[in-house]
């Protein structure tokens, strides 16, 4: 059974900076997508980013040059920077191991 665990979410002032951290259990972040969405209260899901071998998907509206996806095979782990964070950034983030398992999320709060 694969597994995520989202961490790194918190409050913060415009204009910082968070690190999101995705870790994977029962399945490799090699070889497959390991994708980044957001979804604020009343708003649809967002898709922000994704990852595979040799490839890296971003939304443009969403991240607009400010958000950065990584991976770390050996941790089998996928990262989402963030910088010049601004109040709309405020949501739910998670990580979705290919179309089917998604973990729990961590909050977002992006203040004023």
């Known amino acids: 059974q694969v597994q995520l665990v989202e961490s790194g979410g918190g409050l913060v002032q415009s204009g910082g900076s968070l690190r999101l951290s995705c870790v994977v259990t029962?399945?490799?972040?090699?070889?497959?997508?390991i994708g980044w969405y957001r979804q604020a209260p009343g708003k649809e899901r967002e898709f922000v980013a994704s990852i595979s071998d040799g490839a890296i998907r971003e939304n443009s509206a969403a991240a607009k040059g400010r958000f950065t996806i990584t991976r770390d095979n050996a941790k089998n782990s996928v990262y989402l920077q963030m910088d010049s964070l601004k109040p709309e950034d405020t949501a739910l983030y998670y990580c979705m191991f290919g179309v089917y398992y998604r973990g729990q999320g961590t909050q977002v709060t992006v203040s004023s």
């Open positions: 029962g399945g490799s972040v090699s070889g497959n997508v």
